[in-house]
């Protein structure tokens, strides 16, 4: 169950949905997130303390470089233990480069309350698409905001926590 928000987090929210806000955020947040990510430990985004929406680190494979990259992103919690993400670029008519990168490379890394657990993402379809799509909105109204705002259809990815092998006995 998510935490309530406080008056100057739900101010933000509103912000954050509207195209001017979305523009500001696209080119500022991460950059914030970042710092306040390093600062934290990675127990807390810029992004969070200033929404309260439940944001975790992404670490995929540059679909170019092989290189690792990390962006903090919303992740709702859907499922036995999966979270959804939403390629959404903040409406913008790309599609974010973590998105290419997890296309390429399924297997990421999400780090949340200061802890890593490998993940599996897939780009979700049909009714578990929209599934996926409807609890997100209910998580962050700004979704619905920013497909109005592009002409592609906005990616919905599912994480699921990789299974770690267990060492074999012979």
């Known amino acids: 169950m998510a935490a309530r928000k406080n008056w100057l987090q739900k101010i933000n929210t509103r912000i954050a949905m509207s195209a001017v806000g979305a523009q500001l955020s696209a080119r500022v947040m991460h950059h914030l997130d970042k710092l306040v990510l390093r600062l934290s430990n990675g127990r807390a985004t810029a992004a969070s303390l200033l929404t309260g929406l439940p944001i975790l680190a992404l670490t995929t494979t540059g679909a ?17 233990n999966q979270l959804i993400l939403i390629a959404s670029n903040w409406g913008q ?6 998105y290419h990168n997890i296309v390429a490379q399924p297997q ?6 200061g802890r890593s657990q490998p993940y599996l993402a897939r780009v979700t379809e049909g009714a578990e698409r929209e599934a996926c799509w409807q609890t997100a909105v209910q998580t962050y109204p700004g979704y619905n905001a920013y497909k109005q705002r592009t002409t592609r259809q906005i990616p919905v990815i599912l994480l699921t926590p990789a299974v770690e092998s267990a060492p074999h006995s012979f």
Not at 64 to 80: E, H, M, N, W, Y
Not at 93 to 98: E, G, R
Not at 108 to 113: L, Q
């Open 64 to 80: 170019k470089s092989g290189q690792p990259r990390t962006v903090p992103l919303v992740a709702i919690p859907f499922g036995d």
């Open 93 to 98: 008519q790309k599609h974010p480069a973590w």
């Open 108 to 113: 990421v890394t999400v780090t949340r309350d």
